[in-house]
């Protein structure tokens, strides 16, 4: 079945440390996008990218950077420099470019600083 | 700035209600509108997808309709079950989706 597989489920960082959140999909979607989800908030978006090679910072990208090598993968890594990074963690990706294409979102990564 | 608002934060019924989820958003010029369900500690499911000449769309035991010109969508559950609880999120297309903070539904037996 396609979807989206992000991994690991759950993760544990220290002070200092860097961190990197895998989300792979087999949809062949063109689009995939990094999601924030905090308690009481909504989901705010991080990175997103349209198209292999390129990418777009959202709203909260400090502390945050992306690659997009492949089709397939849109990993991300969380900086020392993000002073917050406890949440949960939500890939999602789209079809296409064109914005009539719905969202498909993975299981997400819970990240707990220690 | 685009902001999405879901009315009420909360909600608890009992099983076989018939109920509505209210979703609201500042600006119309939308491309879609999308309602997700999601279970504590869990990813989203996508529920419907309604588009921006939709008026409705409709699944099972639910339905969206969308009011673009009022800047607002409604989720209708049917005959609820324990089963439907869970919170519902709302989340509008502009150049990306932005959500609501969702409705935490408790269906109880």
């Known amino acids: 079945d396609g979807g989206i597989t992000q991994s690991p489920k759950y993760l544990f960082r220290k002070e200092g440390q860097n961190v990197t959140l895998s989300c792979e999909q087999n949809?062949?979607?063109?689009?995939m996008y990094w999601y924030r989800q905090d308690p009481g908030q909504g989901l705010r978006l991080i990175y997103y990218?349209?198209?292999?090679?390129?990418?777009q910072k959202g709203d909260i990208a400090e502390g945050y950077s992306v690659s997009r090598e492949k089709k397939e993968s849109f990993p991300l890594t969380v900086t020392s420099a993000q002073k917050n990074p406890t949440a949960f963690y939500l890939c999602?990706?789209?079809?296409?470019?064109?914005?009539?294409?719905?969202?498909?979102f993975g299981s997400g990564t819970r990240l707990t600083v220690v | 700035k685009q902001e999405v608002t879901q009315i009420p934060a909360a909600l608890s019924v009992p099983e076989g209600e018939n109920l509505v989820l209210n979703c609201s958003f500042t600006?119309?010029?939308?491309?879609?509108l999308q309602w997700f369900r999601q279970d504590p500690g869990k990813g989203l499911t996508s529920l419907l997808l309604?588009?921006?000449?939709?008026r409705e769309q409709t699944s099972g035991r639910l339905n969206a309709s969308l009011d673009k010109s009022s800047g607002r969508s409604t989720l209708y559950i049917a005959a609820s079950q324990p089963g439907d609880s869970a919170t519902y999120l709302c989340?509008?297309?502009?150049?990306?989706?932005?959500f609501g903070k969702g409705t935490m539904l408790l269906v109880s037996p």
């Open positions: 999602a990706s789209s079809r296409g470019t064109e914005r009539n294409y719905g969202y498909t």
């Open positions: 949809l062949n979607h063109d689009a």
């Open positions: 990218s349209q198209i292999v090679n390129d990418f």
């Open positions: 600006d119309s010029a939308i491309y879609n």
């Open positions: 309604i588009q921006s000449s939709q």
């Open positions: 989340a509008v297309r502009y150049s990306t989706l932005t």
